[in-house]
């Protein structure tokens, strides 16, 4: 690593750091920030690394928000009696018992996605384009319908989750260093894989699946593991969401097709798929975009949100990095080189 | 010369098509197998059945002694018998030596070592084909954006960074140029003499097989018309009559 970047990511990492505190009025809104960053970042790796673009990556952060309260509630008591005392009852957590529940909750949420992912892509991954999105969108609204209609975990109704023991405004903050940690992690993890023979594998069945079979790759192996990484960390931000909501409910919160779902698709798109960068760009970009509509021209929100959707997938596909990458090729090592230079400055 | 390859009796019909009648060839081990015929006479169909790409309905395909005729395209893949597509297929959003590097021979890769970064090794061969297939100035080119007999070369290219056994060559001069076949002609017998790959070819252009290959094998209608030394082949009536359409 040069000292340039050295020195960008140590700043990088005191702004993610101070950030909570510089703008102690925001800490929910840059939660939210990094949730998109995470989901955003594990999209592209099926979406725009393997060339398999889901729908239903949202079934991973619902899946993650039940996992995290079923466990972490039923550390302490019957799942099955706490949820049916909806509202009655009393069901007291200690401070152990809350730290507890949320580490182990959320954690087992990722694991647990992760295996579904599994699962899931071995019944999915049969299908190619149109028709995996299609089939994972699927798997995320049966989903959701049916968590409605069970019973032990709330139903329709949804969870209430144990309340932070602690003032609200450490809570939030709180929480916003378990997103950005998480945030932080993940971002590590994946410049490293993506300099390995997995990413260069993933591309590869991306630009041309059945040439990947008749080189010998495994691609269902690669495949399976892609996706199963992506749904550990979905699922993980799961769980965090579940402790910060408090109280969720299946169709709008945890398995919010239609909202978290495509947003995830539409930051990708937006700051150019297939890069490290472009996902964190463009979840930055549609999360100040949306918020701004949000407040300033309420009543049109969503006729500008679906404009930015719109206009981003007819006529900016590529997205921003994928913009820079036509205009600027040489930033991006496109290059024509013989021997002599080569000799001159070796390449890394 | 020993055999590598042996087709016994295979036949293949999609619906009421016939595409291979009861087809039976061997190719020797080492040596340079020619196979031609018309167009749709089932030389394409062959070679798919060969590698895996679909199931055949009749007789047996063997690869070093073992059969090969249920096993799927990867694995056979990995046994080390290898195809190139007459439609070119390369890797068309990643750089050349990208393209190189992902084509290492994966029946020697363990799935943990895919976590790592590519050995200086491995880099140094990659360039060094690239420079075999006159590719070297444009490895960082977007292998989408180079012309289609680049894309050809770069295909064949990766083919041998696989380090295969036999490889199947699917037409390999169709859409290059004249001055590039001779210098292609060239490569291909250097990776037969130099790198000891087995060749097995389908080919349209006379001049080019009749120069390299061995053995020619004649398909006509999805049916073994000929068999023989090019001499013989070009001197069958049968043969002539096929590529003239008096059949």
Not at chain 2, 177 to 189: K, M, S, W, Y
Request: charged share 15%.
């Amino acid at each position: 690593m040069s000292a340039q970047k050295a020195i960008l990511y140590v700043a990088l990492l005191v702004l993610i750091v101070a950030a909570p505190f510089l703008f102690p009025d925001y800490k929910t809104q840059l939660a939210t920030l990094w949730l998109m960053i995470i989901v955003s970042l594990t999209w592209d790796m099926t979406g725009g690394q393997m060339g398999y673009n889901s729908l239903g990556n949202i079934f991973f952060y619902g899946t993650g928000m039940y996992v995290a309260a079923v466990i972490a509630i039923g550390m302490v008591y019957d799942v099955g009696e706490y949820t049916n005392a909806f509202g009655g009852g009393k069901f007291d957590f200690t401070d152990d018992q809350y730290f507890t529940g949320l580490f182990v909750g959320i954690i087992g949420a990722g694991v647990f996605c992760a295996l579904s992912a599994f699962a899931i892509g071995w019944l999915t991954f049969g299908l190619r384009g149109p028709y995996f999105a299609i089939g994972t969108l699927g798997v995320a609204i049966a989903a959701g319908e049916l968590v409605s209609n069970w019973d032990w975990v709330g139903g329709g109704q949804g969870i209430a989750l144990p309340v932070y023991p602690g003032d609200f405004d450490n809570f939030k903050t709180f929480i916003y260093f378990l997103f950005a940690g998480t945030g932080v992690v993940l971002f590590i993890f994946l410049s490293w894989l993506y300099q390995t023979r997995f990413r260069a594998a993933i591309n590869a069945i991306r630009d041309d699946e059945e040439k990947a079979e008749a080189m010998g790759l495994h691609t269902l192996r690669y495949k399976l593991v892609t996706w199963a990484m992506a749904a550990f960390f979905v699922g993980i931000v799961g769980g965090i969401s579940a402790f910060q909501l408090i109280h969720f409910e299946p169709l709008e919160t945890a398995y919010q097709t239609i909202n978290l779902g495509i947003f995830m698709v539409v930051c990708v798109l937006l700051g150019g798929k297939g890069t490290l960068w472009g996902p964190i760009i463009g979840a930055i970009l549609f999360h100040v975009f949306k918020e701004v509509t949000w407040n300033y021209f309420l009543g049109w929100q969503w006729v500008a949100l679906g404009a930015l959707i719109v206009v981003t997938v007819v006529y900016f596909q590529d997205g921003l990095l994928g913009w820079l990458r036509l205009k600027k090729p040489e930033w991006f090592g496109v290059r024509v080189e013989n021997k002599q230079q080569a000799v001159a400055e070796p390449a890394e | 010369m020993s055999t590598i390859i042996e087709v016994q009796g295979v036949s293949k019909s999609y619906g009421g098509v016939k595409a291979n009648t009861d087809i039976s060839l061997t190719v020797p081990e080492g040596g340079i197998t020619g196979l031609i015929g018309p167009n749709g006479s089932g030389k394409t169909t062959l070679f798919n059945s060969i590698v895996g790409y679909h199931p055949i309905d009749g007789g047996s395909i063997q690869f070093q002694g073992k059969e090969i005729s249920k096993l799927l395209v990867p694995d056979i893949a990995r046994l080390g018998l290898l195809r190139t597509f007459q439609q070119t297929r390369i890797y068309g959003a990643m750089n050349c030596v990208e393209n190189m590097l992902i084509s290492t021979p994966h029946r020697k890769l363990r799935f943990i070592e895919s976590f790592r970064r590519n050995s200086k090794e491995e880099h140094e061969r990659a360039e060094h084909l690239l420079d075999f297939v006159g590719l070297y100035e444009k490895r960082y080119l977007r292998s989408g954006s180079l012309s289609f007999g680049q894309q050809k070369l770069l295909e064949f290219a990766m083919a041998l960074m696989n380090e295969p056994t036999v490889l199947l060559l699917d037409e390999p001069t169709a859409g290059i140029n004249p001055t590039l076949i001779n210098g292609l002609i060239d490569r291909l017998r250097r990776a037969n003499t130099e790198f000891g790959i087995t060749l097995f070819i389908i080919e349209h252009n006379m001049r080019v097989i009749m120069n390299m290959a061995d053995t020619i094998y004649c398909l006509a209608h999805g049916e073994m018309l000929a068999s023989g030394s090019p001499d013989e082949i070009q001197n069958d009536q049968r043969v002539i009559d096929a590529y003239l359409g008096a059949h």
